[in-house]
C-alpha cells in the first residue's frame, strides 16, 4: 500500500540533498511525519496546504516501514499513518509535482 507526503520544494530538496529528513515543521513539532492514504491526500492538502503552489507528492510504500509507521485517530476519527523515524530517499518509490489549478490541485492519475 502507498502511502503520501506533501512537501513544499524547499522541503523536497533539502530531503534530495540530504538523503534523508525529519519533515517539516509540523512534523518536526509533533514528533513524527505526517502521512495521508490516497484517499485522505486531497483533504490533507486543502486543508494545509489551500494556495501553495510548487508541491511534491511522495509516495511510500508502507510495509517497509514496518513498526516505525503507526496508524493514528486524526482528523474526523480516521486513522492515518504516521512515520517515527527520519524520512529517507530510499524510503520513495516516487514523485509527482501537485499542481495548484483552478479548482485546488491536481492529483497525479497513478494516485487515483
Not at 68 to 74: D, F, G, N, Q, T
Request: hydrophobic letters at 50%; a negative charge.
Amino acid at each position: 500500500m502507498l502511502i503520501y507526503k506533501i512537501l513544499r520544494a524547499a522541503e523536497w530538496q533539502a530531503l534530495k540533498a540530504a538523503g534523508e529528513t525529519a519533515g517539516a515543521p509540523v512534523d518536526l513539532a509533533d514528533g513524527f511525519i505526517h502521512f495521508s492514504t490516497a484517499e485522505q491526500a486531497p483533504g490533507t492538502v486543502a486543508r494545509h496546504f489551500a494556495d501553495e503552489d510548487g508541491l511534491v507528492l511522495v509516495a511510500v510504500e508502507a510495509e517497509p516501514l514496518g513498526a516505525a509507521l503507526k496508524w493514528e485517530v486524526s482528523r474526523g476519527g480516521k486513522l492515518f499513518p504516521h512515520l517515527y523515524r527520519p524520512l529517507a530517499m530510499t524510503d520513495v518509490a516516487w514523485t509527482a509535482p501537485l499542481p495548484l489549478g483552478p479548482e485546488g490541485h491536481v492529483f497525479p492519475e497513478a494516485m487515483i
